[in-house]
């Protein structure tokens, strides 16, 4: 079946430190990359959506400069938590879904991102 | 619009017994539903979808789901629950655009 990687699968770094997150779609081109926050004991919250060669498109009250999206091909998509805090840690988890139709989404095992 | 609501933010059974994880959703548009399963620390795990066709749909480690339009649901279940189901599980509605709403999600317990 598809499969989606993410890595780290686990950061921790101190304040102010910038973090980058890798999916790679690793069997199929990912036209669109989704990028999800999901916070303790709560349901996935999306954050933006990528589509490859153009900007995501971010969801409402999510801070573009503070969570920058790059989909520069059709099998990787990277966010770059910058100048992490505290209140940045969190558990996110990425997506990634193929041209076809009725395909669902097929999603990464996610990276947990503790900020000191 | 579409939305999500499972009813029961936690459910326990003993193993042997039913699974049953209620899903109801809100669609303008002919639905896609999906079931995934998210086991501590790690992302999600596709079980089944539905899309267009038959609308009992089997997935994997022996759940199934129907859907029903009459009543907008789309309940997931098990005959027989095993130690290894203990896990979140989370419905989701779709449209043709992918657009995927969430359900708050189910965490189900399966007692020895």
């Known amino acids: 079946g598809a499969v989606v990687s993410q890595h780290p699968s686990r950061v921790i770094c101190k304040s102010g430190t910038s973090v980058k997150i890798e999916c790679r779609s690793l069997d199929f081109q990912a036209t669109t990359m989704f990028w999800y926050r999901q916070f303790p004991k709560q349901s996935l919250m999306l954050m933006a959506t990528s589509n490859e060669g153009s900007k995501a498109t971010y969801e409402q009250g999510v801070e573009k400069d503070k969570f920058l999206i790059n989909h520069a091909s059709l099998t990787l998509s990277t966010l770059t938590v910058t100048s992490a805090h505290p209140e940045d840690s969190s558990f996110y988890i990425c997506?990634?879904?193929?041209?076809?139709?009725?395909?669902?989404?097929?999603f990464g095992d996610g990276t947990r991102l503790s900020i000191l | 619009a579409q939305s999500v609501t499972q009813l029961g933010s936690h459910v326990s059974v003993s193993e042997g017994a039913l699974v049953l994880l209620r899903c109801n959703y809100s669609?303008?548009?002919?639905?896609?539903l999906f079931w995934y399963v998210q086991y501590p620390n790690q992302g999600l795990q596709l079980l089944l979808k539905?899309?267009?066709?038959?609308?009992l749909v089997k997935g994997i480690n022996g759940f199934e789901a129907e859907f029903k339009k009459s009543e907008t649901s789309f309940h997931l279940t098990k005959p027989s629950a095993h130690m290894s189901d203990a896990a979140e599980y989370f419905c989701v509605v779709s449209d043709r655009n992918n657009d995927m709403r969430f359900g708050a999600g189910t965490r189900l317990t399966v007692k020895p």
């Open positions: 669609s303008s548009v002919p639905p896609y």
């Open positions: 539905y899309t267009t066709g038959a609308t």
């Open positions: 997506s990634a879904r193929d041209g076809r139709d009725n395909q669902p989404q097929h």
